[in-house]
């Protein structure tokens, strides 16, 4: 009965992290905030890679809804651009290749911050207070920004007007979510975005790019941490691992289509509310628990 009651959690789980990796309302917080309500009854090493290797399901998201604008390699010729790279039979898309190399300048500053703090962020700064902190701090950037952005004309409204300075300093703006729980790594590298004059359904598409590496290193460092220390999975961890990122890719399908949809006729505001409404009820929360 145990067993069956965790794969439920994990299942929501997987729910929560579908929608709330996508929407700049902090995921990581959000799965901070269930879990002191519905606690996995797993090891604490399996919990922290679980907090981190479910978005893997968000991931392959990711991959399938964008197939086509981020896969670089043509089977045949038939489909090929003046400017492509032809390799025998085969070619290279150029504009996408170009298209990988601002996605991977811009994982950079988080990247190198991620490697060497990752391990005191763990222990310092996942708690109520700053993850409540962040939730209200970036909401009200949210609300201050449109504001200031209404009726103004974006000055870059494609992926491909994307030059290197900015996806650099949209990678500079990633290092907070990084650092703070509760930041949002959508929320922090759209904001860097909208002020450097990105247009809302480019910010948010280049989020969604710039999730592939960041999400896979993240993955990729918590498992190793976990097998240098001698570690390894049991039966019933693999299950839930599994059941929860399949729920969250389900979920994230859903999610990532419903907000391209909604960002075409709407603004982020919303989201700097139910930010700080929910920070101020974290606050709330602990104080009352202290």
Same mark, same amino acid.
């Given at each position: 009965m145990q067993t069956f009651l965790d794969v439920l959690k994990a299942i929501l789980f997987g729910i929560v992290e579908g929608i709330t990796e996508w929407l700049p309302i902090s995921s990581t917080g959000h799965m901070i905030i269930l879990d002191e309500f519905v606690k996995l009854h797993v090891r604490e090493?399996?919990? =922290?890679l679980f907090l981190v290797v479910i978005q893997l399901g968000a991931i392959i998201a990711v991959v399938v809804l964008?197939?086509?604008?981020?896969?670089?390699?043509?089977?045949?010729?038939? =489909?090929?651009?003046?400017?492509?790279?032809?390799?025998?039979?085969?070619?290279i898309k150029k504009d996408i290749m170009i298209l990988w190399g601002k996605i991977l300048l811009a994982c950079?500053?988080?990247a190198v911050i991620g490697i060497l703090f990752d391990d005191w962020v763990d222990e310092h700064l996942y708690n109520f207070p700053c993850v409540?902190?962040?939730?209200?701090?970036?909401?009200?950037?949210?609300?201050?920004?449109?504001?200031? =952005?209404?009726?103004?004309?974006?000055r870059i409204r494609s992926i491909q007007k994307l030059d290197y300075i900015a996806v650099l300093l949209i990678g500079v703006f990633q290092v907070l979510a990084a650092v703070f729980p509760g930041?949002?790594?959508?929320?922090?590298?759209?904001i860097g975005a909208l002020l450097l004059g990105v247009s809302r359904n480019v910010a948010a598409e280049f989020t969604f790019y710039l999730a592939i590496p960041v999400m896979l290193g993240a993955s990729a460092l918590k498992a190793l941490k976990f097998v240098s220390a001698?570690?390894?999975f049991n039966t019933s961890e693999a299950v839930?691992?599994?059941?929860?990122?399949?729920?969250?890719?389900?979920?994230?399908?859903?999610?990532?289509?419903?907000?391209?949809?909604?960002?075409?006729?709407? =603004?982020?505001?919303p989201f700097g509310i139910y930010r700080i409404g929910l920070g101020l009820l974290l606050l709330l929360y602990f104080f009352i628990k202290q």
């Amino acid at each position: 009965m145990q067993t069956f009651l965790d794969v439920l959690k994990a299942i929501l789980f997987g729910i929560v992290e579908g929608i709330t990796e996508w929407l700049p309302i902090s995921s990581t917080g959000h799965m901070i905030i269930l879990d002191e309500f519905v606690k996995l009854h797993v090891r604490e090493e399996f919990w =922290n890679l679980f907090l981190v290797v479910i978005q893997l399901g968000a991931i392959i998201a990711v991959v399938v809804l964008f197939w086509e604008k981020i896969w670089p390699f043509g089977l045949t010729q038939e =489909n090929k651009q003046e400017d492509d790279i032809s390799v025998g039979k085969a070619y290279i898309k150029k504009d996408i290749m170009i298209l990988w190399g601002k996605i991977l300048l811009a994982c950079v500053p988080a990247a190198v911050i991620g490697i060497l703090f990752d391990d005191w962020v763990d222990e310092h700064l996942y708690n109520f207070p700053c993850v409540a902190a962040a939730l209200i701090i970036f909401g009200i950037l949210f609300i201050v920004i449109e504001k200031r =952005n209404e009726g103004k004309k974006f000055r870059i409204r494609s992926i491909q007007k994307l030059d290197y300075i900015a996806v650099l300093l949209i990678g500079v703006f990633q290092v907070l979510a990084a650092v703070f729980p509760g930041t949002s790594r959508s929320g922090a590298t759209i904001i860097g975005a909208l002020l450097l004059g990105v247009s809302r359904n480019v910010a948010a598409e280049f989020t969604f790019y710039l999730a592939i590496p960041v999400m896979l290193g993240a993955s990729a460092l918590k498992a190793l941490k976990f097998v240098s220390a001698g570690l390894s999975f049991n039966t019933s961890e693999a299950v839930l691992l599994f059941v929860g990122c399949v729920v969250a890719y389900v979920v994230s399908v859903f999610v990532i289509k419903l907000l391209l949809d909604y960002i075409k006729k709407h =603004n982020f505001i919303p989201f700097g509310i139910y930010r700080i409404g929910l920070g101020l009820l974290l606050l709330l929360y602990f104080f009352i628990k202290q």
